[in-house]
Nanobody
């Protein structure tokens, strides 16, 4: 079973940037999709971005994004560090939420939730 630990959140002004990390430990399947999700106060958890790869071919990587973050957020991975990143640029106050990573099928989470990392964007 894969264990996930999110980090990198913080307080930033609107227009600023943050990079979130999702460190995975444990056995990884040969084909894998990792997603980022977020939950704002009083709202349901929502899909943010996902990255898919296969250990058969590390170059075969696919990404997808929620419309609300396209062009501002970039998901990537470092296979050597077993870590998935979410680079967040041009942050807006509406991006304020707790961000979580989770194994994903399509845009649906399939694993247990970790503690997440808080992102707060001030106006």
């Amino acid at each position: 079973q894969v264990q996930l630990v999110e980090s990198g959140g913080g307080l930033v002004q609107a227009g600023g940037s943050l990079r979130l990390s999702c460190a995975a430990s444990g056995r990884m399947p040969s084909s894998y999709t990792m997603g980022w999700f977020r939950q704002a106060p009083g709202k349901e958890r929502e899909f943010v971005a996902a990255i898919s790869w296969t250990t058969v071919s590390w170059t075969n990587i696919n990404t997808r994004y929620a419309d609300s973050v396209k062009g501002r957020f970039t998901i990537s991975r470092d296979s050597a560090k077993n870590t998935v990143y979410l680079q967040m640029n041009s942050l807006k106050p509406e991006d304020t939420a707790v961000y979580y990573c989770n194994p994903t099928v399509g845009t649906r989470p399939t694993g247990s939730w970790g503690q997440g990392t808080q992102v707060t964007v001030s106006s």
